[in-house]
């Protein structure tokens, strides 16, 4: 009998190839690699032995049963699987020891994967599991999240790490594109924040900027915020871009990907021009912004270096009052250290 036509009616049953889970491996992640080695076609057969439908993403209420099945310790793998506050998203949730306040902070159902450190480490990081993140500082290259064979977009039901439906495996069949020094600096915040950057930093040559680019300003200013504090400003930047009275707003892109990389374009832009005091205008506060900077601290424990920053942003987007009157806020007196 194989193991495909097993009946798993018993929840104590533990399937044949077990192992724990990494550091840093995305729990999501961490099933399809001990579904695809137990012979289980993947991810989906998984969600039907649980009882959910395939279009449901596996969270920490999980984690005991897939535990028993895989092997790993039920404590690591539930820090390793969503979990939400409540039971619902819209009211923030926990993901590898992180407290985010948005559920868009992450990108759970789009995955992407770098093929490179999939060959290295021989697991998906849950780094790539952030919204924002979409290079790899490594492998200095931009995540793929579509099939380099067919371009089907990724999924999670995918039958092994590196191999679409279609069968063209990814370590033989590759598309490396390059990434912006912006892409690379947000995938590097995210790296330093997560429990496997020592392993993906060690040996290898780490990203540096380039000697001219401005962004050094930046990556003090955001060095001590934590992973909600960090993607709150990111996001509140990105914000502020589409109200910039002198540009023309851009069409904002809808696949997950693309818009990512739309989010961190604009975000950059405004988050240098913040940090070397330049001029800049907005044509409105808009409340998702303010929302989202005025809300930094509601999160147990706060974190100081969030809410000063978070503070300095409101004050310097003309939202704490003395400014508000004025359609134009000026920057140029923000104080950002
Ligand atoms: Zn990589
Ligand atoms: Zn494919």
Redesign the pocket.
């Known amino acids: 009998m194989s193991i495909l036509q097993l009946q798993f009616d018993c929840d104590q049953y533990s399937l044949p190839i077990q192992d724990d889970i990494w550091p840093g491996e995305s729990g999501q992640g961490y099933v399809l690699r001990m579904a695809a080695s137990n012979g289980l076609g993947g991810i989906a057969r998984v969600k039907k032995m649980l009882g959910c439908s395939r279009f449901q993403t596996l969270c920490a209420q999980d984690a005991p049963q897939l535990a028993q099945w895989f092997g790993a310790s039920v404590q690591r793998l539930s820090y390793a699987l969503e979990s939400t506050q409540g039971g619902r998203r819209v009211e923030g949730l926990t993901y590898m020891g992180h407290n985010l306040g948005r559920s868009y902070f992450l990108n759970r159902s789009y995955p992407r994967v770098c093929p490179d450190c999939v060959n290295e480490f021989g697991y998906c990081r849950a780094a790539w599991d952030f919204t924002l993140c979409v290079a790899c500082a490594r492998h200095h290259r931009l995540l793929i999240d579509r099939?380099?064979?067919?371009?089907?977009p990724l999924k999670w039901t995918r039958p092994a790490l590196c191999l679409?439906?279609?069968?063209?495996p990814w370590t033989s069949l590759d598309f490396r594109s390059s990434p912006t020094d912006g892409e690379l600096f947000i995938a590097q915040l995210i790296d330093h924040r997560m429990d496997d950057q020592n392993r993906i930093s060690s040996g290898a040559s780490p990203w540096r900027f380039p000697a001219a680019f401005g962004f050094d300003l930046l990556r003090q200013f955001m060095a001590d915020l934590s992973m909600d504090g960090l993607h709150r400003a990111l996001f509140a930047f990105a914000t502020a871009a589409g109200y910039e009275s002198d540009t023309v707003p851009e069409r904002r892109l809808r696949a997950a990907m693309p818009k990512a990389q739309q989010t961190i374009s604009m975000s950059m832009a405004v988050g240098v021009k913040l940090t070397q005091q330049e001029r800049f205008f907005m044509t409105s506060s808009p409340s998702v912004l303010i929302d989202l900077l005025s809300e930094a601290g509601a999160l147990t424990p706060a974190s100081p270096a969030d809410l000063s920053i978070a503070q300095s942003l409101l004050g310097a987007f003309g939202t704490s009052g003395f400014v508000k009157s004025s359609k134009q806020s000026s920057l140029a007196q923000l104080v950002l250290f």
């Open positions: 099939c380099p064979a067919c371009s089907a679409c439906d279609c069968g063209h």
